[in-house]
């Protein structure tokens, strides 16, 4: 149940942690004290008298719901705000290939308005048999290239093991679909304070990924974001997963973590990118994560969906007119009319 | 099997017809000519030599195809064009209420830049006791109102009994995502010359969509287009279906038909139509189908997810300027692209 | 609302006609009273004295459901029991394809313990230009095969305008997954008082499947059963549908109306449809629907999906034989105790 | 590719190895020799005039493929055999609640035919803030319950830094649906000679298990059967998850790896779980896995779905005897036939 206080009644805050605290969790936002599988009964009557509203119907990933954080989540990185009005676009190839490769597409993402070079070192694939990525040396090549333009780093960690390492590089975890319900690893990245961006698994369900969201916030790491990458339906012959637009809107009405799109792993073809990248622009997403490379067909993984320089182009320049469109009209009245 | 002529060989086109008429279904576009079930081994040393391009690889629905017909089709009612270079805004109640009521809509709807009038006079709902509808009555109603503001007439025939009758009152059939492979259906509609909004049925793959439309075609009736409103997916709990946004770019790289968005059918409620509808714009859908009331609360059928007239306003005037910005951009290049 | 009365009580059954008959739909099965819209509070002091059980969540699809009708429906034909304790096999060609072909098809059906002879007329094909069926002389040549060997004819009818024809030659109608909602088609064959097997649509959910029964039974016709043929899911790389077998203890739970397992549309490949169908079985299904073809590689339909003689023989054995094997046991108890 | 030779041509095999060992994975099963990416024209004159039989088309899983290893996989436990012509049943709780409770249900899991005990002591739970297992305790006592009545342990191990500790207790890994593509922990548990029991993930292909396998198998570990508890589609009102028993076949003819059907997190619900656990063994399982509990409404998790003692007995009963009816009837040649 969330209790919610007068601004700055720390005295009611104190309170119920003592009252609630040894036997259930109990988190603070500002105002608002959630205390997890209790009832308005189990309130004391000072409790009840100070409680501004009682909210009873709470979803499991309390932390994450908007109901106990009201406003939007804004996460600051070196070089970027991610979420509330900000737009951010990330781009980079699937796999860091090399240093030179890597830094060619910094410098094409960079020019576009990207402030996030993505890229894989460790590479999550289907056949074991399959190229596995190039391991710590990517990271550094993906490090080195970033920081020549003054760019965030956002790579996937696959392996809770490795959290500590690839936290030395990145300044964006990835947790990639495939492991979104890898509970270990969550928690791992939880005890952290780089911030997260988690990609909906490919068939999970809007309260799966909510509730995914919380195994890393109950460690205390509240930097999170939410990739929507496309989702597993009965026809994927022409693209290769079903981007889910509405969950924009949704997953924005639940909760106050920043919703990207990855319109290139929805898409899985070039032709499509850009299309699906927009209209997860105009459905309102915070950013969008695009693969980028200069020769497709010779990438080192899933080159039929990675937009070339002169497409991303395209892609940026509109994306962000189309944002800059919306936001001069009142977009921000509507969410607060929900 | 595709022939490609030189423009204008009427010669070589009545020759293959005489050649393959009898035996196999024979479709003339301009200097395309499809003929079923035959390989270039069929072709005499004439035809083989007078084809430009054999195109042995075609799809079932071939009439469909761009690999038949290359460019947009475009539909012409009295008030409006669909298709092309076209943006058309479609608008009305769920059920026809009363003529008073759908008059009201219609104004509504043509102040906010609408040129079609939709409307439900015959329901398929999902209990037989559900409200069917009003009828013949409720198409008149809907006719008077639409001519009373300049518009054409969408609604949905259920039925190849009813053809006949729908067919004095509107200027297009919608067939329901429930009838879509209804081929009884879609043959009668076929015969006629009125325009037919053909929508995705809820679990149809691509293919199947164009397939349904081929037997529209098979009939005569060319004046097509393939509405998405959404498909069943695992998760339905907080929209009403899943807006599969992609298969906007991937029909319009397949087919020449005109392929429009149903984002109230897709969202469910009210509050995610607006996002949705113009993530199908951003990705480039040739117009928006929208369910409008003024008291959703009291409509007779669907009220969660009808627009009110200043929600309404909002979406189309988003919409509009959507898709003037992306058509001040070299929207069509890329098409050719492809 | 449902008004459970004592056995025989018919005076308050009249009093409930009077009462409600005007404005609601009221049905009546033994002495229990279904009126739909109303809530306890509309009965009078005698209605309410009368009722020994009130229920007020009923499903929309209250005709089907076992709280209005608990017990089993069995459905009788000249030659066959359907439903209850009974277990029906239903075997046949996917397309009537000759006088002398389906009657071969028939010797083998009965054969091996088949009572119903199943077979196409009119074929629902993804492409119109797809073999479509014999049409009528097709029912004949059934019709023909079937009395010969004293069976029941299962057969397709496709279109409304068609059930009076097709009513002439048919014992059962088989209405198809793509036509599960064409309501109009439902209709009338629920004005008809022949047996409808009713084949649940790709992507139907049990309450759909459902409410399509009940506008079978709200035109007066009771004699219905379910067919499970498969739903369309993510995966069918290596069988054509997914079978939902779980569907059979779930209706088998909700609804009164026998359930028959189809597993060749399940399959869509010969070596699976046994494995399939004995799941059936083993589930507790009242009948199995196969497709058998003796040269399955010149099938006008299907063949790919089609059980060669010897096959259908290995499948019917194990059938009977898992299904006397469960009888035997206390079956009926269990389901006593859901 | 893979190479077919003559039974103990060992001096064929030892080229083929230094052939193309340094460069190539190379999997040698008695007389055959699978090389991951070369082709026929990549073989010496010796190599090829040696070859029996070349396959060129491999599963990615190629170590996993029947076109590999024909013949079934029969894993042996202290306590069972589990594949081929033997049939294995399982069962136990969902988690392990104390050492009193497990041993109780060992024994209702022994009386009835089991000779594996599950019990889960570490558990991905959806929440956080859920009952996550016993821990270490929890497979002590299932340890202890097992060793009590001669029986075989199985337990979830969730990550790859427990491998090692959870081996110290168990007989049989179990990888969860959720860490199905988990492959950190896929190849931990490759790297130990424990069977492993691979839960096909809820939207998992028939090519995404086997692909996960080979991560197991690449590592070293054959080991493997595969277990079918449900996918995720657009109905689960009734059901918590759609059981695809179609898989049991596909796989069969696919892999060599035995496949068991877990009923329980299929259905969900008690009322389903045993014709459910039927079915699946009418389609070909070599096993159940079902859970057990004695006092359901007070279990530590899944109390909805667990079975009592006596409706267990119920289930395993009928299984037996279904699978027993099945193996007097020529299984073995159709499969042969295949």
Chains 1, 2, 3, 4 share one sequence.
Do not use: W
């Not at 009832?39 to 908007?66: F, H, N, Y």
């Not at 804004?74 to 070089?79: D, E, G, L, S, W």
């Not at 399959?130 to 550094?140: A, T």
Request: proline share 4%.
């Amino acid at each position: 149940m969330i209790i919610v206080l007068n601004q700055n009644d720390q005295t009611t805050i104190e309170n119920l942690k003592r009252h609630f605290g040894a036997d259930h969790d109990v988190f603070v936002h500002q105002n608002r004290v959630a205390v997890q599988g209790i009832t308005a009964e189990d309130l004391d009557d000072a409790e009840r008298q100070a409680a501004v509203e009682l909210i009873d119907q709470v979803p499991a990933a309390v932390q994450g719901s908007r109901l106990f954080h009201p406003e939007d989540t804004v996460i600051k990185t070196k070089h970027s705000l991610i979420g509330g009005a900000n737009f951010s676009m990330m781009a980079g190839p699937c796999s860091v290939e090399s240093l030179a490769h890597v830094t060619k597409m910094a410098s094409v993402a960079k020019a576009n308005g990207a402030t996030v070079l993505r890229g894989g070192a460790f590479k999550p694939r289907t056949s074991p048999y399959s190229f596995q990525g190039l391991g710590e040396d990517g990271l550094k090549y993906l490090r080195q290239a970033a920081d020549k333009y003054d760019m965030d780093v956002l790579t996937e960690v696959m392996d809770d093991e490795h959290v500590e390492m690839v936290a030395k590089y990145t300044d964006i975890f990835q947790i990639g679909a495939r492991n979104m319900q890898n509970f270990s690893l969550l928690k791992a990245v939880g005890k952290t304070n780089i911030p997260v961006m988690l990609k909906r698994g490919m068939s999970a369900t809007v309260d799966d990924v909510l509730n995914a969201t919380e195994y890393i916030a109950a460690g205390g790491n509240h930097n999170i974001m939410i990739a929507e990458r496309g989702i597993r339906t009965f026809d994927n012959k022409y693209t290769r997963n079903t981007m889910d637009v509405g969950v924009v809107p949704v997953l924005q009405k639940l909760t106050h973590y920043p919703v990207i799109i990855d319109p290139s792993h929805a898409a899985g073809h070039t032709e499509f990118v850009t299309p699906l990248g927009l209209a997860g622009v105009a459905a309102g997403a915070s950013g969008l994560v695009v693969e980028i490379h200069d020769d497709p067909a010779h990438a080192f993984s899933d080159g039929a969906q990675a937009l070339k320089p002169d497409e991303f182009k395209t892609l940026a320049d509109k994306a962000f007119a189309i944002r800059e469109l919306l936001a001069s009209q009142p977009v921000q009245q509507e969410k607060a009319g929900r």
